[in-house]
Structure formats: C-alpha cells, structure tokens
C-alpha cells in the first residue's frame, strides 16, 4: 500500500489549500500569525514523542500565548488583559510611567511626551467596502442589529473592551 500525497489527500477530504492571499477570506492571518509564533519559539520541539506530548507542550505554549506573550496588533498588551477588559488600567499605567520618565530626563524624548499605543477600535479579516453614496441612503433606512456590519457577509469584527 501506498499513501497518496498530502494534497491529494487533503482534496479528498474537502479541505482548499490556500497561499495567503489578502482579501480572501479563507486566509486567517491572526492564526498565521499565532502559528509562525509557535513555530518560532524557542523550545518547539522537531518532533513529539506522542500525542500526550504535543498536547502537553500546547498547553504551556497557549498559556505563555495568553497571558505573558505582548502582542503588537493589541498595544504590547496580553490577550488575556484584553479579553478580561484590564487594558485600560494597564494603559493608563504605562503612561504613568512614561510621564514620570519623560518629566525625569525630557532630552531623552526628541518627539515630545511619550504616548502608549491604543488598542484599535476593530479588527477585521476583510473589512467592509464602504457604499457608494446612494447605496448609503438606502441601507440607512434597514434596520440594524448591534453588529453595524452585519450586510457584510465577510466581515468578522473583532471589538477589543467597552
């Protein structure tokens, strides 16, 4: 017996290749990302042992990615501050400590006062196409549900806190 290759395989099962295209919405470039994360650590195994191992080491590799790993696209902040609405109070922190080190040596600060990032207001996968003007019109006029994009069928909001 021989085994097919993994792309015909993967056909067979229905599952679509895809070579991360941007606008397409089967790409998850927040997973690419988590994954190149992974792969990159520095205690990723060439090989598991088992299946209790690869779930093992996930396990501590999720809990580091949650709650100590700062992520750019959320303000050098954890997924877990974000998810558990702490963003703002560990923002308002950081600035608390650039104030104080900007009013201790402002030649340091060429720019002026430092300013933490802020979380962006939405993420998106493909973000909306705005309407042309009088497509406006008429869809003001439907009524909508607490998602604003919810006649985008590729739209997948991710909103950070309150």
Same mark, same amino acid.
């Given at each position: 017996?021989?085994?097919?290759?993994? #792309?015909?395989?993967? =056909? *067979?099962?229905? /599952?679509?290749?895809?070579?991360?295209?941007?606008? /397409?919405? $089967? &790409?998850?470039?927040?997973? +690419?990302?988590?994954?190149?994360?992974?792969?990159?650590?520095? *205690?990723?195994?060439?090989?598991?042992?088992?299946?209790? *191992? =690869?779930?093992?080491? =996930?396990?501590?590799?999720? &809990?580091?990615?949650?709650?100590?790993?700062?992520?750019?696209?959320? =303000?050098?902040?954890t997924p877990i501050d974000v998810h558990f609405h702490r963003a703002q109070v560990v923002l308002q922190k950081r600035q608390a400590v650039l104030r104080a080190a900007?009013?201790?040596?402002? +030649?340091?600060?060429?720019?002026?006062?430092?300013?933490? #990032?802020?979380?962006?207001?939405?993420?998106?996968?493909?973000?909306? /196409?705005?309407?042309?003007?009088? &497509?406006?019109?008429?869809?003001?006029?439907?009524?909508? $549900?607490? $998602?604003?994009?919810?006649?985008?069928?590729?739209? /997948?909001?991710?909103?950070?806190?309150?």
């Open positions: 017996m021989t085994s097919k290759p993994t #792309a015909l395989l993967l =056909a *067979d099962l229905g /599952v679509t290749k895809t070579h991360s295209r941007p606008h /397409v919405s $089967n &790409d998850n470039p927040y997973l +690419e990302a988590q994954f190149k994360t992974l792969k990159y650590r520095p *205690d990723y195994p060439t090989r598991f042992g088992s299946q209790q *191992d =690869a779930r093992a080491w =996930a396990h501590t590799f999720f &809990d580091w990615y949650n709650h100590e790993h700062h992520h750019a696209g959320l =303000a050098l902040l900007y009013e201790k040596t402002p +030649e340091r600060f060429v720019k002026g006062p430092p300013v933490p #990032a802020q979380l962006p207001k939405a993420v998106w996968i493909n973000p909306p /196409v705005q309407p042309a003007t009088t &497509d406006r019109i008429i869809m003001s006029s439907i009524p909508r $549900n607490e $998602n604003e994009n919810s006649h985008c069928a590729s739209a /997948v909001p991710v909103s950070f806190g309150g």
